[in-house]
């Protein structure tokens, strides 16, 4: 397949730079793919979505299957739906998420492959698909989370397992419960995710106090995170990379944000960490794999021509890549290489080659463009105080006379990279092997919110 011709600009040089190909997994799918999980244990590739047949081989699979030494695989008889394979935002199957001993799909199907009790999420588990619960009704199961070994259900629905369960259910193994029975997050959730010892949602909700779409579960209930997000925002992903939480989805700065499209939040405040990239259109995607962020969406950024798709940080740099104008989607990883949903061509109603919705990328190609990242070095939150090292300036090692008790470390340069993390309270910090120069100490407790700042000069 071909693919447009673009340069590279590696933090500020250009060269002409060579144009690594997308590849069709397989011959693709007849129909959307909504997600993806790539399992490494097994090496099997499984997709989720809306289509009948996948190829080559023409294989009928119902929406689901899997892709393993080159063949295309139906995971038993797959997504039943009385429309067939309907596409557009609603596909029979929207997520699959690895969980326990198997996978769990959600989705606005009837039923997995006739098995009773299966209606909207199930489990594929040895090869066949199993009820997780005893009964179930159909509604907008819009995606699946995992924390603390416990399978969170989001969309919009009011009944799990026989219960009245509002929009968001975690399951512990045996049974269903609401996370809070006090609050039903209107409309729908989409994920969940643990940060510095607080559980946090993300969707495009609202609660009973009047928080959208983003919310930390607090002492005194659900609250925002610093301001909140502003305008119409919705939040399709969040992760926590490199000590930070980070969201995905439609927000952008014009609203009075700190960013477009994609953003980080340290515990007290947010941060742009990518100055140099600016969403367009909302943000789709975030996985962290091999060490790194990874993020798709709608990107513009300094310097080049062209909408970008794709992006990836590694805690020092971001990168672009994939060629201008393909159309984003969602990814999974191997050690080597990128799966992704695509439209049926590489660039959606502008043409391109033909991909069929399901599309490759080769880790070791070469970025588009990269750019430096200067890390934010945390606020000091409430009742946090200034501690002292010494001696100062150092050589070799610093001794912390702390204000009060710590358990993390973070040191940051005189440009707020970072460069320094430690993890276990220790009185002597080995800071020989920084460059000479001026360095701020962040200390930070066990669930990491900062509690003492210290500064030093490194000789």
Known sequence: MGCRAYFLLVLGFSSPGLCAQWETVGEGWGGLVRDLHYDSLSGRLYVVGASQWAMPGNVLIHNTAYWYNGQWYPMGGGADHPNGFPTGLRPPAKDIIPYDSGFVVVGDFWSMSGVPHTRGFAKWENDQWVAMASDTTLGNFWGSSVDDGQLHLHGAFNTVDGQPISNWAVY?????????TTEEFGFNTAKAVRYQGDLYVAGNFNTSNGVNDLARQGPNGWEALGPGLLGDPWVNE??????????????YSWWGNAASGIMAWDGSQWHNMFPDIFAIAQG???????????????FNANGMNGMYGYGVYDGSSVCLFGGPEVIRGNM?????TMYA??????????GGPVVKYI???????????????????PALGAGSETWTVSPNPATGHLTVQAGGAWQQLRAYDATGRLVLAQDLPQPRIAVGHLPAGLYTLIFLDAKGYPVGRARFAKE
């Open 172 to 180: 512990d193994g045996t049974t269903w419960q609401q996370v809070d």
């Open 238 to 251: 969040m992760v926590v990379y490199d000590g930070l939480l980070w969201v995905t989805g439609e927000f």
């Open 284 to 298: 789709g995607d975030m996985d962290v794999a091999n060490g790194k962020l990874y993020f798709s969406g709608f």
């Open 332 to 336: 999974t990883f191997s050690a080597d």
């Open 341 to 350: 949903s695509a439209p049926y061509t590489l660039y959606g109603t502008a």
């Open 359 to 377: 599309i490759k990328w080769p880790l070791d190609a070469p970025m588009d463009t990269c750019y430096t990242v200067a890390s934010r070095v």
